[in-house]
């Protein structure tokens, strides 16, 4: 088990060693973190890495008064809408608008999927839905927090994140409906 202390330690004194530590103990996860918020393996390896970048630039202000993971996890995410907000591909499906919802169904599809497929399938949502989704449902931010984080009205976040729901919950019955189609459609 690794010392978290000591190997802060170690990467603010500049120590290439520890720094290559931190970043094999932490990458694997946090591309499986970045890779939710984009749409393509290659543009989760460039928020990995100007990910790790700003926790090296930032370390300093660590307070080990929680998890090291946790930390950087949390500069991922950042690092990740940073990334979506700068991208011209991204930035014409990350709207985020006012309009009122029709209440959200509550029924349950029984559909069997992987954790892969349940993945491949909020990444098939528009962007501006799949990155509230995540960080509501995945990260755990209430939506005063991604209102705060993303600069929209909290009801913005929770009308975009029951949106989200309600399609994957369409998608999910066409699944079952249909014996699992090839592709779900938008």
């Not at 309009?99 to 509550?106: F, K």
């Not at 992987?114 to 839905?129: M, V």
């Not at 729901?165 to 699944?175: F, G, N």
Request: charged share 25%.
């Amino acid at each position: 088990m690794t010392d978290t202390r000591t190997l802060v330690k170690d990467c603010l004194q500049g120590r290439p060693s520890a720094q290559a530590e931190l970043y094999d103990l932490f990458a694997g996860q946090m591309l499986g973190v970045c890779y939710r918020y984009t749409k393509s393996v290659a543009d989760a390896e460039d928020v990995l890495q100007e990910g790790f970048i700003n926790v090296f630039r930032h370390l300093g202000a660590f307070r080990h008064e929680g998890e090291l993971g946790a930390w950087v996890r949390r500069i991922m995410v950042h690092t990740a809408l940073n990334y979506l907000k700068k991208h011209r591909r991204y930035q014409q499906e990350l709207v985020f608008d006012d309009e009122s919802l029709h209440p959200v169904a509550v029924d349950n599809p029984e559909v069997t999927l992987s954790a892969k497929e349940l993945s491949d399938l909020i990444r098939q949502l528009p962007t501006g839905y799949q990155t509230i989704f995540n960080m509501h449902a995945v990260e755990g931010y209430s939506h005063v927090d991604i209102g705060r984080m993303l600069g929209i009205h909290e009801g913005t976040s929770r009308s975009q994140y029951a949106r989200a729901r309600a399609l994957l919950v369409s998608w999910l019955k066409q699944a079952s409906d249909h014996h699992k189609p090839e592709k779900y459609a938008r």
